[in-house]
Protein backbone atom coordinates (compact mmCIF):
# COMPACT_ATOMS: atom_id res chain seq x y z
CA UNK A 1 0.00 0.00 0.00
CA UNK A 2 1.42 3.60 -0.70
CA UNK A 3 2.03 5.91 2.11
CA UNK A 4 -0.72 8.49 1.44
CA UNK A 5 -3.37 5.80 1.55
CA UNK A 6 -2.05 4.00 4.75
CA UNK A 7 -2.24 7.84 6.22
CA UNK A 8 -5.14 8.24 4.33
CA UNK A 9 -6.58 5.26 6.08
CA UNK A 10 -5.38 5.78 9.16
CA UNK A 11 -7.22 9.53 9.23
CA UNK A 12 -10.69 7.82 8.07
CA UNK A 13 -10.11 5.16 10.93
CA UNK A 14 -9.66 7.50 13.51
CA UNK A 15 -12.53 9.43 12.03
CA UNK A 16 -14.94 7.03 12.11
CA UNK A 17 -14.21 5.26 15.62
CA UNK A 18 -14.49 8.95 17.23
CA UNK A 19 -18.35 9.25 15.20
CA UNK A 20 -17.31 11.51 12.85
CA UNK A 21 -20.50 12.09 10.80
CA UNK A 22 -19.40 13.66 7.99
CA UNK A 23 -16.81 10.90 7.38
CA UNK A 24 -19.22 8.43 7.22
CA UNK A 25 -21.56 10.28 4.38
CA UNK A 26 -18.72 10.77 2.43
CA UNK A 27 -17.30 6.70 2.46
CA UNK A 28 -20.75 6.05 2.05
CA UNK A 29 -21.08 8.38 -0.70
CA UNK A 30 -17.84 7.68 -2.67
CA UNK A 31 -18.55 3.61 -2.36
CA UNK A 32 -21.96 3.28 -2.79
CA UNK A 33 -22.44 2.65 -6.96
CA UNK A 34 -18.78 0.34 -6.65
CA UNK A 35 -20.87 -1.28 -3.58
CA UNK A 36 -23.89 -2.13 -5.22
CA UNK A 37 -22.08 -3.37 -8.71
CA UNK A 38 -20.51 -6.15 -6.64
CA UNK A 39 -23.11 -6.66 -4.89
CA UNK A 40 -25.04 -7.33 -8.02
CA UNK A 41 -22.64 -10.11 -8.55
CA UNK A 42 -24.14 -12.23 -5.89
CA UNK A 43 -28.11 -10.77 -6.11
CA UNK A 44 -30.22 -10.43 -8.83
CA UNK A 45 -32.38 -7.68 -7.79
CA UNK A 46 -31.50 -4.02 -6.98
CA UNK A 47 -33.93 -3.52 -3.99
CA UNK A 48 -31.58 -6.66 -2.37
CA UNK A 49 -28.17 -5.31 -3.21
CA UNK A 50 -29.29 -2.07 -1.66
CA UNK A 51 -29.65 -4.33 1.42
CA UNK A 52 -26.55 -5.97 0.84
CA UNK A 53 -24.93 -2.58 0.89
CA UNK A 54 -26.58 -1.02 3.83
CA UNK A 55 -25.44 -4.09 5.80
CA UNK A 56 -22.03 -3.91 4.89
CA UNK A 57 -21.89 -0.39 6.27
CA UNK A 58 -23.57 -1.48 9.59
CA UNK A 59 -20.47 -4.10 9.77
CA UNK A 60 -18.22 -1.53 9.21
CA UNK A 61 -19.25 0.65 12.16
CA UNK A 62 -19.40 -2.10 14.11
CA UNK A 63 -16.02 -3.82 13.38
CA UNK A 64 -14.18 -0.59 12.79
CA UNK A 65 -12.42 -0.91 16.26
CA UNK A 66 -10.88 -4.09 14.95
CA UNK A 67 -10.07 -3.10 12.00
CA UNK A 68 -6.45 -3.41 11.69
CA UNK A 69 -5.47 -1.80 8.52
CA UNK A 70 -4.01 -5.55 7.19
CA UNK A 71 -5.45 -4.33 4.02
CA UNK A 72 -6.63 -1.56 3.07
CA UNK A 73 -9.34 0.08 4.44
CA UNK A 74 -11.21 0.34 1.07
CA UNK A 75 -10.90 -3.84 0.37
CA UNK A 76 -11.66 -4.60 4.23
CA UNK A 77 -15.11 -2.48 3.53
CA UNK A 78 -15.48 -4.88 0.15
CA UNK A 79 -14.41 -7.83 2.28
CA UNK A 80 -17.24 -7.53 4.63
CA UNK A 81 -19.72 -6.48 2.04
CA UNK A 82 -18.58 -9.57 -0.51
CA UNK A 83 -19.30 -12.00 2.91
CA UNK A 84 -22.58 -10.61 3.65
CA UNK A 85 -23.81 -10.81 -0.60
CA UNK A 86 -22.87 -14.60 -0.40
CA UNK A 87 -24.56 -14.94 2.86
CA UNK A 88 -27.84 -13.64 0.99
CA UNK A 89 -27.59 -15.39 -2.29
CA UNK A 90 -26.80 -18.60 -0.09
CA UNK A 91 -30.28 -17.90 1.35
CA UNK A 92 -31.87 -17.22 -1.62
CA UNK A 93 -30.71 -20.33 -2.63
CA UNK A 94 -28.73 -18.77 -5.64
CA UNK A 95 -26.31 -20.78 -7.30
CA UNK A 96 -22.77 -18.50 -6.53
CA UNK A 97 -21.53 -17.32 -9.60
CA UNK A 98 -17.68 -18.88 -8.71
CA UNK A 99 -16.75 -19.27 -12.04
CA UNK A 100 -18.06 -15.89 -13.58
CA UNK A 101 -15.09 -14.84 -11.32
CA UNK A 102 -12.59 -17.93 -11.06
CA UNK A 103 -13.07 -18.79 -14.73
CA UNK A 104 -14.72 -16.07 -16.72
CA UNK A 105 -12.59 -17.53 -19.89
CA UNK A 106 -14.40 -21.13 -19.66
CA UNK A 107 -17.24 -19.59 -21.83
CA UNK A 108 -15.14 -18.21 -25.01
CA UNK A 109 -16.70 -15.26 -26.20
CA UNK A 110 -15.65 -13.23 -29.42
CA UNK A 111 -14.73 -9.47 -29.37
CA UNK A 112 -16.04 -8.91 -32.49
CA UNK A 113 -18.44 -10.96 -34.52
CA UNK A 114 -16.73 -13.52 -36.39
CA UNK A 115 -18.76 -12.50 -39.90
CA UNK A 116 -16.59 -9.49 -39.66
CA UNK A 117 -13.46 -11.35 -40.47
CA UNK A 118 -12.66 -13.53 -43.52
CA UNK A 119 -12.25 -16.99 -42.47
CA UNK A 120 -8.72 -18.42 -41.28
CA UNK A 121 -8.33 -20.59 -44.33
CA UNK A 122 -8.42 -17.73 -46.60
CA UNK A 123 -5.66 -17.87 -49.26
CA UNK A 124 -4.92 -13.95 -48.80
CA UNK A 125 -6.18 -12.44 -45.92
CA UNK A 126 -6.97 -15.16 -42.72
CA UNK A 127 -8.62 -13.36 -40.61
CA UNK A 128 -8.71 -10.02 -41.66
CA UNK A 129 -11.32 -7.34 -41.86
CA UNK A 130 -14.18 -8.03 -44.23
CA UNK A 131 -16.06 -4.59 -43.09
CA UNK A 132 -13.48 -2.68 -41.92
CA UNK A 133 -14.47 -0.16 -38.57
CA UNK A 134 -14.88 3.09 -39.45
CA UNK A 135 -14.46 6.76 -37.63
CA UNK A 136 -17.46 7.49 -35.21
CA UNK A 137 -18.89 10.69 -36.18
CA UNK A 138 -17.40 13.20 -33.74
CA UNK A 139 -20.48 15.71 -33.24
CA UNK A 140 -22.48 12.45 -32.41
CA UNK A 141 -19.39 10.64 -29.89
CA UNK A 142 -20.40 13.96 -27.72
CA UNK A 143 -24.05 13.76 -27.58
CA UNK A 144 -25.58 13.36 -24.32
CA UNK A 145 -27.60 10.66 -26.26
CA UNK A 146 -24.68 8.63 -26.51
CA UNK A 147 -23.97 8.54 -22.91
CA UNK A 148 -27.17 7.29 -22.44
CA UNK A 149 -26.14 4.29 -24.91
CA UNK A 150 -23.47 3.44 -22.83
CA UNK A 151 -24.95 3.52 -19.53
CA UNK A 152 -27.62 0.56 -21.23
CA UNK A 153 -24.99 -1.28 -22.52
CA UNK A 154 -23.60 -1.42 -19.15
CA UNK A 155 -26.59 -2.10 -17.49
CA UNK A 156 -27.61 -5.31 -19.65
CA UNK A 157 -23.53 -6.87 -19.51
CA UNK A 158 -23.39 -10.11 -16.99
CA UNK A 159 -22.68 -9.49 -13.42
CA UNK A 160 -19.28 -9.89 -13.08
CA UNK A 161 -18.19 -7.81 -16.35
CA UNK A 162 -20.28 -4.93 -15.41
CA UNK A 163 -19.05 -4.88 -11.79
CA UNK A 164 -15.44 -4.44 -13.76
CA UNK A 165 -15.90 -2.25 -15.76
CA UNK A 166 -17.88 0.18 -13.50
CA UNK A 167 -14.97 0.13 -11.27
CA UNK A 168 -12.20 0.28 -13.76
CA UNK A 169 -13.87 2.76 -16.24
CA UNK A 170 -16.57 4.44 -14.30
CA UNK A 171 -15.16 4.96 -11.22
CA UNK A 172 -11.75 5.04 -12.76
CA UNK A 173 -9.63 2.60 -9.75
CA UNK A 174 -6.49 1.09 -10.88
CA UNK A 175 -6.63 -2.76 -11.63
CA UNK A 176 -5.05 -3.27 -8.50
CA UNK A 177 -8.03 -1.71 -6.25
CA UNK A 178 -10.67 -3.72 -8.45
CA UNK A 179 -8.67 -6.85 -8.16
CA UNK A 180 -8.73 -6.36 -4.81
CA UNK A 181 -12.29 -5.13 -4.27
CA UNK A 182 -13.10 -8.58 -5.95
CA UNK A 183 -11.06 -10.95 -5.14
CA UNK A 184 -10.17 -10.95 -9.15
CA UNK A 185 -6.40 -12.21 -10.24
CA UNK A 186 -4.95 -9.55 -12.65
CA UNK A 187 -5.85 -12.08 -15.40
CA UNK A 188 -9.26 -13.12 -15.23
CA UNK A 189 -9.92 -9.12 -14.37
CA UNK A 190 -8.11 -8.80 -17.66
CA UNK A 191 -10.65 -11.31 -19.57
CA UNK A 192 -13.43 -9.63 -17.70
CA UNK A 193 -12.52 -5.62 -18.59
CA UNK A 194 -12.07 -7.43 -22.08
CA UNK A 195 -15.41 -8.62 -22.66
CA UNK A 196 -17.37 -5.81 -21.19
CA UNK A 197 -15.44 -2.75 -23.35
CA UNK A 198 -16.25 -4.80 -26.42
CA UNK A 199 -19.58 -5.20 -25.95
CA UNK A 200 -20.05 -1.73 -25.21
CA UNK A 201 -17.76 -0.44 -28.27
CA UNK A 202 -20.16 -2.98 -30.07
CA UNK A 203 -22.98 -1.05 -28.82
CA UNK A 204 -22.07 2.00 -29.85
CA UNK A 205 -21.08 0.64 -33.26
CA UNK A 206 -24.19 -0.27 -33.88
CA UNK A 207 -25.57 3.40 -32.78
CA UNK A 208 -23.43 5.19 -34.31
CA UNK A 209 -23.22 3.58 -37.50
CA UNK A 210 -27.18 3.62 -37.60
CA UNK A 211 -28.44 6.57 -40.49
CA UNK A 212 -30.10 9.10 -38.59
CA UNK B 1 10.35 -12.23 -49.25
CA UNK B 2 8.17 -14.86 -46.79
CA UNK B 3 7.62 -14.05 -43.52
CA UNK B 4 8.52 -16.78 -41.30
CA UNK B 5 6.88 -15.58 -38.32
CA UNK B 6 3.16 -15.76 -37.78
CA UNK B 7 1.49 -12.70 -38.33
CA UNK B 8 -0.94 -11.95 -36.26
CA UNK B 9 -4.62 -11.21 -37.95
CA UNK B 10 -6.95 -8.79 -37.06
CA UNK B 11 -9.26 -11.00 -35.50
CA UNK B 12 -6.63 -12.23 -32.88
CA UNK B 13 -5.72 -8.63 -32.62
CA UNK B 14 -9.15 -7.62 -31.70
CA UNK B 15 -8.97 -10.39 -28.73
CA UNK B 16 -5.48 -9.39 -27.27
CA UNK B 17 -6.37 -5.59 -27.37
CA UNK B 18 -7.10 -4.91 -23.79
CA UNK B 19 -3.92 -6.58 -22.56
CA UNK B 20 -2.34 -4.65 -24.94
CA UNK B 21 -3.53 -1.34 -23.85
CA UNK B 22 -3.66 -2.57 -20.27
CA UNK B 23 0.62 -2.68 -20.80
CA UNK B 24 0.00 -6.63 -20.23
CA UNK B 25 1.73 -7.77 -23.10
CA UNK B 26 4.92 -9.54 -23.61
CA UNK B 27 7.18 -7.08 -25.57
CA UNK B 28 7.58 -9.42 -28.83
CA UNK B 29 3.91 -9.68 -28.83
CA UNK B 30 3.15 -5.95 -28.64
CA UNK B 31 6.04 -5.13 -30.68
CA UNK B 32 3.67 -7.46 -33.86
CA UNK B 33 0.94 -5.36 -32.52
CA UNK B 34 2.40 -2.39 -33.23
CA UNK B 35 3.28 -3.31 -36.65
CA UNK B 36 -0.04 -4.82 -37.30
CA UNK B 37 -1.24 -1.41 -36.77
CA UNK B 38 1.08 0.25 -38.81
CA UNK B 39 -0.09 -1.32 -41.77
CA UNK B 40 -4.13 -1.78 -41.22
CA UNK B 41 -6.43 0.96 -41.05
CA UNK B 42 -8.96 -1.30 -39.91
CA UNK B 43 -7.29 -1.88 -36.63
CA UNK B 44 -6.44 1.42 -36.14
CA UNK B 45 -10.00 2.86 -35.99
CA UNK B 46 -10.37 -0.03 -33.91
CA UNK B 47 -7.99 0.61 -31.35
CA UNK B 48 -9.45 4.24 -31.68
CA UNK B 49 -13.26 2.77 -30.95
CA UNK B 50 -12.12 1.27 -28.07
CA UNK B 51 -10.14 4.31 -26.65
CA UNK B 52 -13.29 5.98 -27.06
CA UNK B 53 -15.47 3.68 -25.46
CA UNK B 54 -13.42 3.93 -22.40
CA UNK B 55 -13.50 8.01 -22.61
CA UNK B 56 -17.47 7.63 -22.70
CA UNK B 57 -17.33 5.10 -20.05
CA UNK B 58 -15.73 7.72 -17.96
CA UNK B 59 -18.65 9.34 -18.38
CA UNK B 60 -21.31 7.61 -17.41
CA UNK B 61 -23.29 8.56 -14.27
CA UNK B 62 -22.52 6.10 -11.12
CA UNK B 63 -25.37 4.25 -9.72
CA UNK B 64 -26.89 7.19 -7.60
CA UNK B 65 -27.16 6.72 -3.68
CA UNK B 66 -31.08 7.65 -3.03
CA UNK B 67 -32.31 9.89 -0.69
CA UNK B 68 -34.36 6.97 1.17
CA UNK B 69 -30.93 5.29 1.66
CA UNK B 70 -28.77 7.66 2.82
CA UNK B 71 -31.34 8.25 5.02
CA UNK B 72 -31.29 5.03 6.25
CA UNK B 73 -27.76 4.67 6.57
CA UNK B 74 -27.23 8.25 8.74
CA UNK B 75 -30.22 6.66 10.99
CA UNK B 76 -28.17 3.97 11.30
CA UNK B 77 -25.00 5.93 12.08
CA UNK B 78 -26.41 7.52 15.12
CA UNK B 79 -27.80 4.72 16.26
CA UNK B 80 -24.47 2.94 16.31
CA UNK B 81 -22.83 6.15 18.16
CA UNK B 82 -25.47 6.36 20.52
CA UNK B 83 -25.73 2.68 21.45
Not at chain 1, 152 to 167: C, G, H, M, Y
Request: include cysteine; charge should be negative; charged fraction near 30%.
Amino acid sequence: MEHAALVDDARLVEALRAGDERVFEQLTREYHAALLRVAQIYVTSRAVAEEVVQETWLGVLNGIDRFEARSSLKTWIFRILTNIAKTRAQREGRTLPFSALERPDAVPEAAVEPERFLPPDHERWPGHWTSTPQPWPEDRVLAGETRRIVEQAIEVLPPAQRAVISLRDVEGWSSGETCNALGLTETNHRVLLHRARSKVRRALEDYLSEDL
Amino acid sequence: MTNEIEQLSCQELVEVVTNYLEGALPDADRLELERHLETCDGCRQYVEQLRTTIVLTGEARPLDLTSEAEDALLAAFRDWKSG
